[in-house]
Each structure stands twice: as structure tokens, then as C-alpha cells.
């Protein structure tokens, strides 16, 4: 209500004016819209800034998972590193774990800021895993064939916005299970895979290991072998580790005289000691082989290819002997080869292996005990197990084949293997042992190749591996 007041003398009245219904309606309508909307904009952004940190979650656990994985696959490959006096021994654990945590630091999740220029303190986004998250089961406590690392951890993961909301971190978990798979070939092994530092394979092709009549093993130019360093005697005899299955026939299994024994290869895989001392394997023991003894494979044959962004298709064989050939290479391929008598051929392999062997420190030391306790390479300069630029992929033949016909152009590669090249003499004499094999871009082996052999008991942990994750 509003008073009116006339002029002086006249009567005063009052006026009763009333606000309109409509208006007052506006009035409450604009309130509960303003109260609507900044409950919406609080609701918007609360449902904003959580899908963000929703996504820099899910974001971090698919590094931390990647980062799992490497790890898990490098603690499987070191489960292939030992030879030891007793199956999974003690330092194959420790080389498992070890490797695991290693190579789950050089991963990284990227959650909080890099440490400053001239700070030293560790990275907060390296991924830091412990000795109680690396697992490995022994192959007769699984229910695989073959051992398994198991890799479980958990990190936690700031939030960027749903602090505001008291939400200040999750909490993310990853897992990763992997394990070791038999296989004929592949592109190479684990070594520092560039050009200059071994990894790929070697065009110098080796004999294969033989045995004798009472089932002792030689190589070619064995020196207990007298003057026949062929196996050229009666009862020598050649079983590849791969006669089984549908490969067990000639060259795989041949004989140059009398019947056919009952052990395979001597480069066959051991993880005992005691099958070197009884003599029934040459992995891990010292061996010289002179350019007489092997051949030289023309890899120019094989398809071009990329290695490293510089091209193959013009390589020598100098070339390949320092850098390898990264195609893929498999038991059973037929591989030409060059004439024994073409010394400049054999003079150009050795100067590259040579020149790949100059690529390392000259305070390259050895690590003798893993050398000596356990037969595998470390050095100053490659740390990692059985990753020394001198440790190379190398195809291997049939001896028998070569001792009736020494003048072969083509050879059935029939096994494989690691050896390490400790030294490459200037007559081009090779020198030294065989290792435990991990191949890189290993081909699965048919499972017709992989039926059980009655003589000898087959096992496929004789074959060499590549490591693979589990589903």
C-alpha cells in the first residue's frame, strides 16, 4: 500500500497499489533458474575434471602396464641365461628377478614433473618395482611346459582436478605373465640390435656338433679327434636337435658310417652342468674352429631388406659379417654358399667380424664368475647377460654332409645357435663357446616338427627359445 499526500489544505488520500502476478511469477522462475544453472556448472565440472582424471588414469595404467610387460619379458629371457648344477638354480632366479626390475625402471609413468636441470634425486615417474613383485615358476610347478615370470605391482596416481572434490589420487594396478616357446628361427637375438653391434645373424656358418660310437661329442677339428676331424670315422654319427616329427630324416639324422646313436646334438640347450663334464654337450665349453671348418653363407641371396634405415641390397660380405642380416632365417632353409677356396670371400668375413669386434671397449673385461660358475657373457660394457655385441646368431649344417662331399655349394641349415666370438684370429680362426639361446622374432616350430622322437627321449627344452607374453 502507498500513501498520497496533497497539497497544503487539501485532504489526503491513500492509494493502494498491488504487485502484478506475473512479475512476482518471473521473479521466483529467474531464482530457480540461477540456482539450476550453477548447480548444472557445478555438476558439469565435477563430471569434467573426472573424466580428465579419469583419462590421465587410464592413460598412466596403459604405461604402467606396457612398462609390466617389458619387464616380464625380460625376466623370461634371463631364465635362459644359467647353466647351473641343478634346474632352476638359485642365480637363474636371481638373473629373472633382477632383469624384471632393470628393465620395469627403464619404463616409465608419466604422473608428476621431471626432476629440475642439475637435480640428481630419482625420477618419481620411473616405474620401481621390488624382488616381491617379480614371481618365477618352475616348469615342474607349472602347468606349462616351460617356465613362467609373473611381474605384479601397483603405483599410485595423482588426480588433476577431482581434488577439489577430495578425490586426490587412485590407486592402479597391472599384472603381466610371460614365458619361453620353442622355435626354428627368427630375425636374430637379443644383442644391442644396431648396426655395429651384433643381435643379427652372422654369415659364417658353422658344423654342427657329432658324436662318436660311444656317444661322446666332438665338433670339426676337434683336437682329441686326432687327424679326423671329420666325422668320417665308423660310428660317428649326426642327430640335430630338431630330428623330431616330421624332421627326423636325413640330413637331420645321418651317419657316415654303421647305425645311427641315441643323443642329439651337443649344441643342444642344458641347464646343468653335469651334461659338459659327462661330455654329452659342447654348450658353455671353449671350441676352435678354423676357416677350413666352416662355410660362408652368400645372405645376398636372401630378400633385401631395412636394417636400421640403411639398405642390405649392396652389403659384402664384410658387411654382413660386422652388421648381420636382420631377415628371418629358419631351420630347414637351403642356404648357398661360397666356395671353401675363395680366400678373399673368407678374408672379407673375418675383417667384419673383426671390425664388429673393435666396437667394444679394449677395458672390456669379463665377468668371470658368471663366466666360469655359470656360462654366460657380461662385461663392463654390455652388462646385460649374453648381450655383448660378440655374442652372434649363426646357422649351423650338418658335418656329416660336408665330410662325404667337401665340395657343397648349397647347405640345409639344420640347427641353430648362439656363439660367443671371444676372439676372431687373424688366420680366421674362431674362439669360443656357446650360449644359452633367446632369439628375437622367433618362428613357433609346426607341431609336427615338435612330435616326440622315440631315440632319443625328445624334450623340447633342448630347443632354443624366444620369450612371449601369456595371455
Known sequence: MKRIFTKHGEKSSTVRIEPSVGDS????????????????????????????????AFSSRNQFQNGLDAAALAGAAALRLTIESTEGGSQQLFLAQQQAIDYAKLNQVRRYADPGKGDNSPNANDIVIGNGNVAVTPKNQSNFDFPQIKVDANIPVPTLFAG????NGFTVSAASTATVVAVDGGTGTAGVGKPGGGGCWSPVMLP?????????????????????????????YYRSRFAAGARNTQPYVDAYSGGVGTYVTGVRDTAV???????????GRYIELKPTHYRIARLSTLPPLSAFGLSVSGYSVGDFARNGYCGQIRVG???????????TTYDQAKLGLQALKSNTLDNDFLDLQALNSYRYVKTSSYPGPNTHAMVVPVM??????????????????TNIGLIFLQEVRDDGTLYGFFVREIFAGGTPIAPNNLQTDNAPTFKRSWLPMSVQLMK
Open 208 to 236: 654342427d656338433t657329432f658324436f662318436d660310437a660311444n656317444d661322446n661329442v666332438h665338433w670339426v677339428g676337434d683336437p682329441n679327434r686326432g687327424s679326423d676331424e671329420w666325422p668320417t670315422l665308423f660310428g660317428d
Open 396 to 413: 649351423m649344417f650338418n658335418p656329416v654332409d660336408l665330410a662325404r662331399n667337401p665340395d657343397l655349394t648349397t647347405l640345409k641349415v
Open 273 to 283: 652342468l653335469d651334461d659338459i663334464n659327462l661330455n654329452k654337450t659342447i654348450m
Open 25 to 56: 511469477r518471473k521473479r521466483r522462475q529467474r531464482g530457480v533458474i540461477m540456482m539450476l544453472t550453477a548447480l548444472m556448472i557445478t555438476v558439469m565440472i565435477g563430471f569434467l575434471s573426472l573424466s580428465i582424471d579419469l583419462g590421465f
Open 333 to 343: 632353409m637351403d642356404m648357398p654358399i661360397y666356395d671353401r677356396n675363395d680366400l
Open 164 to 167: 577439489m572434490f577430495g578425490l
